[in-house]
């Protein structure tokens, strides 16, 4: 089983700052099938990224993901006002055939 | 537009039964894997079920696998979630959800707005 953990659990940052979010993987992550999703207070999530670092149709440039193996980052690169939101990641793979989410990082307003 | 939408949520007793369906609409349904994602109130999203778009394999998660069924019909569009054996841990907001490795041919992703589940005497 797959464990991933997010960190930090909370980030203060200001609109117009770099953020940076991590997700990290108990077992290497199979074939890159890793996603990054945004969910804004009261809404159902969103899916930003997928196989590690493609962006979704329609998401913003500013948002980009990367990493490899266990270690994986969501990077947004100016913060607008509409970011400040919780972002989870999830691993998706058969093997093991699990599909499980990180505890997610919450994205505050400093 | 895409639409995703769940219904058959409710309050139930524990033990008993429940069953969740989501209709999808605009865009091409055979295309996506389906996914039941839950929110328990104040909490983070757990992974419950994955379907793939044939409908030919299915994933559970430890916690509910043995109790719940996911299942599909492409020729109505439409995505079910059989839950038996419901006790409190269960209660949550479930999604509907497309998902994510089918991101890998569609660029896209597609999330319901949810069902609250509540098991409570």
């Known amino acids: 089983e797959i464990v991933l953990t997010q960190s930090p659990g909370t980030l203060s940052l200001s609109p117009g700052e770099r953020a940076t979010l991590s997700c990290r993987a108990s077992?290497?992550?199979?074939?890159?099938?890793l996603a990054w999703y945004q969910q804004r207070r009261g809404q159902a999530p969103r899916l930003l990224i997928y196989?590690?670092?493609r962006r979704a149709t329609g998401i913003p440039d500013r948002f980009s993901g990367s990493g490899y193996g266990t270690d994986f980052t969501l990077t947004i690169s100016r913060l607008e006002p509409e970011d400040f939101a919780v972002y989870y990641c999830?691993?998706?793979?058969?093997?093991?055939?699990?599909?499980?989410f990180g505890q997610g990082t919450k994205l505050e307003i400093k | 537009q895409v639409h995703l939408v769940e219904s058959g949520g409710g309050v139930v007793q524990p033990g008993r039964s429940l069953r969740l369906s989501c209709a999808a609409s605009?865009?091409?349904?055979?295309?996506?894997?389906m996914q039941w994602v839950r929110q328990a109130r104040g909490k983070g999203l757990e992974w419950v079920a994955v379907?793939?778009?044939?409908?030919?394999?299915?994933l559970y998660a430890d916690s509910v696998r043995g109790r719940f069924t996911i299942s599909r019909d492409n020729s109505r569009n439409t995505l079910d979630l059989q839950m038996n054996s419901l006790s409190a841990e269960d209660t949550a907001v479930y999604y509907c959800?497309?998902?994510?490795?089918?991101?890998?041919?569609?660029?896209?992703?597609?999330w319901g707005q949810g069902s609250l589940v509540t098991v409570s005497s």
């Open positions: 959800a497309t998902s994510p490795r089918s991101a890998s041919s569609t660029g896209t992703g597609y």
């Open positions: 605009g865009f091409t349904f055979t295309n996506y894997g």
């Open positions: 379907i793939s778009n044939d409908g030919g394999a299915t």
């Open positions: 077992q290497s992550v199979t074939s890159n099938f």
């Open positions: 196989e590690v670092f």
């Open positions: 999830q691993h998706y793979a058969t093997s093991p055939p699990m599909y499980p």
